[in-house]
């Protein structure tokens, strides 16, 4: 059983759902996200997204983009992701982290490279948004072999075949985007047809699901819990990550992770 696995398992346990922290790389600048990264991981994460800045974000909005694109002017590399991941891991040896990536550096680099860096610098999984269930076998498949974790999408719009087809390729849980369109903070969220769509996927897949894009208040965070496995902060973490607010990420962390914890009997 990997970190992931186990992390889940216990806070499931617990009654509490994972709070997943999503940052970028390099933004807004190197030695600051690595501050952003320890000051998330210090309060209360229990998974850490970690962002690898691309050119082409297609699932991102506009905060997130800005964070690939300011990354990348920075001269930010695949070596100083896996080098980042590599020191937070001697610190945080109990975190599962899951890189959060595009294909196409994968496919760069080329798949039995990077999945033995990523391993190598204590990374758990991928995540890959452009990767459709339907094509990730070769890449899972040497991922299997290096212990790594694919976490594949789920959307509003996924058919009953579609879920059944992601949840029989994923390995320990779903990441299920909340809402049509790209990545970034909303004021409201549909929680009654998410409720509804959690619901369809629960009877069709026991692999657990923490839920993204759009969480950018503790009451989103707290409803949430009631319905997913775990919820994923990313866009406004970013925000504060870039502002240079490492304070006001290290206290919004610790709001959001109470707000993980919950009694989730009967719901």
Not at 20 to 34: A, D, H, K, Q, R
Not at 205 to 234: H, M, N, T
Request: aromatic share 8%; hydrophobic share 40%.
């Amino acid at each position: 059983m990997g970190r992931l696995t186990e992390k889940l398992a216990r806070l499931r346990t617990d009654g509490e759902s994972a709070l997943v922290s999503y940052l970028m790389v390099g933004y807004p600048s190197y030695e600051v996200s690595l501050k952003a990264f320890y000051a998330v991981l210090s309060s209360g994460t229990d998974i850490l997204e970690i962002g690898f800045p691309f050119s082409d974000p297609v699932a991102d909005g506009p905060t997130i983009q800005q964070a690939h694109e300011t990354a990348l002017r920075n001269g930010i590399t695949s070596r100083h992701v896996f080098q980042m991941a590599e020191l937070m891991r001697r610190d945080f040896p109990d975190v599962p982290f899951l890189l959060m990536t595009y294909y196409n550096p994968i496919f760069r680099i080329g798949h039995e490279k990077f999945c033995t860096l990523a391993r190598e610098s204590g990374i758990d999984g991928f995540l890959v948004p452009d990767l459709p269930p339907d094509e990730c076998e070769p890449l899972r498949e040497t991922m299997h072999k290096h212990g790594l974790s694919l976490v594949l999408l789920a959307s509003p719009t996924s058919t009953e075949e579609r879920l059944k087809l992601i949840c029989g390729k994923t390995d320990d849980m779903v990441y299920y985007v909340s809402v049509t369109g790209t990545t970034g903070t909303r004021g409201e969220l549909p929680l009654e047809t998410l409720k509804r769509r959690l619901a369809l996927y629960r009877s069709l897949c026991a692999k657990p699901v923490v839920v993204g894009f759009g969480v950018s208040r503790a009451e989103q965070v707290r409803e949430i819990s009631r319905l997913a496995d775990g919820v994923v902060v990313g866009s406004l973490l970013v925000r504060l990550a870039g502002e240079r607010k490492i304070e006001d990420l290290s206290d919004t962390v610790k709001k959001f992770k109470e707000a993980t914890i919950i009694n989730r009997t009967g719901g």
